[in-house]
């Protein structure tokens, strides 16, 4: 039998040999604009240290990485597609991390059944992928049970708008392979508030969207446990009743939290002061809603069965005059809502990281503290517009600026 001294030895070189990737990275800290080292190591932060005020830091600032919950695509990659492949959403993802994204959810929209259950397929597949999979914690489905009626739709397509089928989303979450963790529907619908005790009750986050519900609609969604308003202002008719409307409930329910596309032109700057003074930084979430057109160059693009015009804003539907979606990452937003609201650098981050990751219990995403995972982003704020210098993913670095 060996002696304990001999056992010590074995466990000490065996504990000396296991690989390391430390390294440190420094720059001005997001939420006080004082200078740092971070030590990562295996993909953790490690270490957190001030700097000498007056050390050779330039005026990068180092945050954790951007968390977008509802992103319909990206460089031409539509989740909701008929050309969705795994290869496709690596495409997209390593493109998000050039505009800060470490985390998302890819977003289904509505569409046919079996294309849902396909592209979900497809996305469950992508998610297992070690190289991408960190970067996507869970998949959104956007419908189809949602408002049929103009303007509430927004650009989904009426014809395959229906009401809650329980069976059927089984289907959905089981091509999934149980991703499914966030849904947006219309309360109104017949079938709804018990539909939505049963996500909940399955552990799927439940929010309010496309839809024309009442104050008693809204209350007994929240009632049954809807927690979230999806782009609030949005997927809203032009005219409304100004007293009778889907808006009020939700500002005035203290227990739902709230996400906006703060991009400049999917609200106005006085909603989204409104929004933002009604349910302040800790229950604001902001969102990008990017199709697939963002990052390509402006023009017509057809997409199935509607032609689609992408200016450098904005995703319109020309015929139906409507807004089909942002052509902007979630970076915009937050130098928009610093700029609407005149917020704090820290506070935009948490709207746009820690919020969410909250929100949506992602324990090791958003915040730079020790033992957290090192997704982190590296920017400098030109004229309130985020430039991405360097991303990491899980200690990696997965983009620098040429």
């Known amino acids: ?46 270490k957190v240290s001030p700097l000498k005020m007056g050390s050779n830091v330039t005026k990068t600032h180092i945050a954790p990485g951007l968390i977008d919950i509802q992103i319909n695509g990206y460089v031409g990659v539509d989740f909701s597609g008929p050309d969705l492949t795994v290869e496709g959403v690596k495409k997209a993802t390593k493109a998000l991390w050039k505009a800060g994204v470490t985390s998302y959810y890819p977003t289904v929209i509505t569409s046919d059944i079996e294309r849902i259950k396909t592209n979900f397929a497809i996305l469950a597949k992508a998610k297992e992928d070690p190289e991408i999979g960190p970067s996507i914690p869970g998949f959104h ?43 947006t529907l219309a309360p109104e619908l017949e079938g709804a508030i018990p539909f939505i005790r049963k996500l909940v009750e399955s552990g799927v986050t439940v929010s309010l969207g496309h839809h024309n519900g009442s104050a008693e609609d809204i209350a007994l969604a929240v009632e049954a446990g809807a927690k979230l308003s999806t782009h609030l202002g949005n997927g809203c008719a032009n005219e409304i009743n100004r007293h009778n409307n889907p808006l009020w409930p939700q ?13 400049g032109f999917h609200l106005t700057r006085e909603e989204v002061r409104t929004f933002y003074k009604t349910k302040g930084v800790e229950k604001t ?13 402006p023009g017509e693009y057809t997409r199935g069965e509607r032609t689609l015009l992408l200016t450098p804003n904005v995703v319109k539907l020309p015929k ?14 937050v130098g928009q809502i610093m700029e609407f609201t005149e917020c704090s650098l820290k506070d935009a981050i948490q709207m746009a990281s820690t919020n969410p990751a909250e929100f949506f219990v992602l324990k090791e995403l958003g915040a730079i503290e020790i033992g957290k995972r090192a997704d982190l982003i590296l920017f400098t704020m030109e004229n309130n517009e985020m430039v991405i210098e360097q991303t990491y993913v899980n200690g990696e670095l997965v983009y620098t600026i040429k």
């Not at 049970?145 to 979450?173: M, N, T």
């Not at 807004?323 to 937003?333: E, N, R």
């Open 320 to 333: 139906e005059n409507v807004l089909a979606g942002a052509a902007s990452p979630i970076s915009k937003c």
């Open 1 to 46: 039998m060996k002696s304990s001294s001999t056992y010590l030895s074995v466990v000490l070189i065996f504990t000396l040999s296991i690989p390391s990737n430390a390294q440190t990275i420094e720059g001005l800290l997001y939420s006080d604009g004082n200078p740092v080292s971070l030590s990562l190591d295996k993909g953790r932060i490690t």
């Open 251 to 263: 500002l005035s329910n203290d227990a739902l939290s709230i996400s906006i596309i703060a991009d």
């Open 141 to 183: 489905l956007e419908g189809p049970y949602i408002s049929p009626i103009a303007g509430f739709r927004g650009a989904h397509l009426e014809k395959y708008i229906k009401v809650p089928d329980w069976a059927e989303f089984q289907e959905f979450q089981k091509a999934a392979n149980g991703g499914i963790k966030l849904i």
């Open 285 to 297: 979430i902001l969102v990008s809603d990017a199709l697939d057109l963002a990052g390509l160059p």
